[in-house]
C-alpha cells in the first residue's frame, strides 16, 4: 500500500513540474502582445522577425541587412535585451 502512495505522489509531482514548465511557454500576465513586441523589433530595423514566449521573455530570430540574429525581447518594455549575430 506505501508503494502504491509513494507511486502516486510521484506522479502528482511530475505532472506539477511540467505543468509549471510549461507555462514558462506562454505568454504571461501583463506582457506586450507577440504582434506589439515584432513591431518594436522592427522599428529597430530587423526584418523577418519571428517570435515564441521561452523561458519568460520573448525570444526568437529576426534578419538585419541580409544577417541572421538571434533575439531576446523584454516581455513588458519590448527592448531588445539579446541581439546575437548567428554564425
Same mark, same amino acid.
Request: glycine share 10%.
Given at each position: 500500500?506505501?508503494?502504491?502512495? %509513494? @507511486? &502516486?505522489? +510521484?506522479? @502528482?509531482?511530475?505532472?506539477?513540474? /511540467?505543468?509549471?514548465?510549461f507555462a514558462h511557454d506562454q505568454p504571461g500576465a501583463g506582457? @506586450? /502582445?507577440?504582434?506589439?513586441?515584432?513591431?518594436?523589433?522592427? &522599428?529597430? +530595423? %530587423?526584418?523577418?522577425?519571428?517570435?515564441?514566449?521561452?523561458?519568460?521573455?520573448?525570444e526568437g530570430e529576426a534578419t538585419k541587412q541580409g544577417l541572421?540574429?538571434? @533575439?531576446?525581447?523584454?516581455?513588458? /518594455? +519590448?527592448?531588445?535585451?539579446?541581439?546575437?549575430?548567428?554564425?
Amino acid at each position: 500500500m506505501l508503494k502504491k502512495t %509513494y @507511486i &502516486a505522489a +510521484g506522479a @502528482i509531482l511530475a505532472l506539477a513540474a /511540467s505543468n509549471a514548465a510549461f507555462a514558462h511557454d506562454q505568454p504571461g500576465a501583463g506582457w @506586450i /502582445s507577440k504582434d506589439a513586441a515584432i513591431a518594436k523589433v522592427k &522599428a529597430q +530595423g %530587423y526584418d523577418a522577425v519571428r517570435l515564441e514566449a521561452d523561458d519568460g521573455r520573448w525570444e526568437g530570430e529576426a534578419t538585419k541587412q541580409g544577417l541572421f540574429y538571434d @533575439i531576446h525581447v523584454d516581455p513588458f /518594455s +519590448g527592448a531588445l535585451t539579446r541581439n546575437e549575430l548567428k554564425k
